[in-house]
């Protein structure tokens, strides 16, 4: 029986902490503190923006945290560094598990989409330059919905588009509230714990499962 595996990009197949290399180039040993805390804004005004219903694309979520880490950290980034660095954002590396992961995932017939807050030619060209674009059948974005993850219309978004049946789809990600949002709204879901410190929101709504590399997703058959 053939399952679909809907993956989240951002944290999950792209390593958004990639940044921090070209972050010490321009501020030196703050880099680590600015890219923890650009994604942890970037991610709350996503989720401050569908409570809201204020929507801006997961671009302008980003450059916005970009904008408030700078102020918060007292950086001073120029335009240009802003702009070098928002172009940066859309080349972020892969990493080193995934093309292994999805080509033993493909091999045993599963059907692989991307599926993310950014939008679909943002996330097409991140997979294009990391290498793994071929392996997906397609890309989901949320963007046509105007919300963001963990909002429960973004997972049916997700099988509508995919022409997938809920009971035979799987949710990949390394980012609890994305796990916790589709096991909530029924589809089955693995947690990547990609750091042995990460730790799952204690909330009572557990992943189906938990895997500790990309390498681990044909183990998945046979889980319905």
Sequence with gaps: ?????????????????????????????????????????????????????????????????????????????????????????????????????????????????????????????LLQHAGIRDFFDGIVSVDSLQTFKPNPDVYHHFLDQSKSEKEKTWLISSNPFDVQGAVSFGMKSAWLRRSPEAIFDPWGIEPTRCIDSLSELPTLHGRL
């Design 1 to 125: 029986m053939s399952l679909t595996l809907a993956f989240d990009i951002y944290g999950t197949l792209i390593d958004t902490q990639g940044i921090t290399l070209q972050l010490s180039q321009i501020i030196g040993d703050k880099a680590p503190e600015f890219s923890q805390r650009w994604r942890e804004k970037q991610l709350e005004y996503t989720f401050r923006r569908g409570l809201m219903r204020k929507y801006e694309n997961f671009g302008i979520c980003t450059r916005n945290a970009l904008d408030y880490t700078d102020l918060w950290l007292n950086t001073k980034l120029s335009d240009s560094s802003k702009q070098d660095l928002m172009a940066a954002y859309k080349v972020l590396p892969a990493y080193d598990d995934v093309a292994d992961g999805l080509a033993k995932a493909k091999a045993v017939g599963f059907k692989l989409y991307g599926f993310s807050n950014g939008s679909a030619d943002a996330v097409d060209g």
